[in-house]
């Protein structure tokens, strides 16, 4: 995922959704772009096949050196670093500066292959998720009404990943970097935060410990 499992986890678990936590913040939304939108604009502004993924790297290590500097959390500047750099390494390599997506789409492909299979054995990844959040374990497996919730919000998570992968690998075989590169910017942390506010819509009652009953009084 583009936000960090453990954020997405208390997204879905509070009793309210916040985009702004989902996307990180500003700051968390520029951080995540940055270097997409670096590399795709040195693509069009040079010749040189390396210095798009030098320049992608740079701002990766401009960004880390701020929150050190700030003595600030470098969770979410470090979230994206290795996808860059195995990107950048990946394009410098190849020769093809649409290689540098080539990791990102093979995340994606994986984290849909996961969640496929968690629906195909009945543990659905949101119901897993929920049940942690909640401390309520696996008891949500018994209530049919919460395991078609947790399908189904599993089905959406599912469904952005192939959404990603139906439109971005033709764009990857066709070369499109530019293309490539402006579409995996918009169907990133945006997509995910909203595609995380539906999942929470279908599932924020899942593996919640039920409501005390009120005793009736004695007369």
């Keep these: 995922m583009t936000v960090p499992g453990s954020r997405a986890s208390k997204l879905l678990g509070g009793d309210s959704f916040s985009f702004s936590e989902a996307i990180g913040g500003w700051r968390g939304l520029i951080e995540s ?6 590399y795709v604009l040195a693509v069009l502004l040079t010749d040189e096949r390396f210095i798009p993924a030098i320049a ?58 996961g969640i496929l299979i968690s629906m195909a054995v009945r543990w659905p990844v949101a119901g897993v998720v929920m049940g942690l959040v909640h401390g ?3 008891a949500w497996r018994e209530d049919p ?12 998570l599912a469904g952005m990943f192939v959404l990603r992968l139906a439109v971005q690998v ?26 995380l506010w539906v999942v929470w819509l279908i599932v924020r009652s899942v593996g919640r410990k039920p409501e005390p009953q009120d005793q009736p009084q004695q007369p």
């Design 170 to 195: 033709p764009l990857y075989l066709a070369d499109e970097t530019a293309v490539l590169g402006t579409v995996n910017l918009a169907m990133g942390t945006p997509l995910f935060a909203l595609t």
């Design 145 to 156: 009404i919460q395991m078609r919730r947790a399908q189904l919000g599993s089905a959406v």
């Design 56 to 113: 992608a790297l740079a701002v990766v290590a401009v960004l880390v050196t701020i929150r050190l500097v700030q003595r600030s959390p470098i969770t979410q500047a470090l979230a994206g670093v290795i996808g860059v750099v195995i990107g950048a390494v990946w394009a410098w390599r190849t020769g093809s500066e649409t290689a540098y997506f080539a990791p990102k789409l093979w995340v994606n492909g994986a984290y849909l292959a």
């Design 33 to 38: 772009a940055a270097p997409g939108f670096v």
């Design 136 to 138: 309520t374990g696996t």
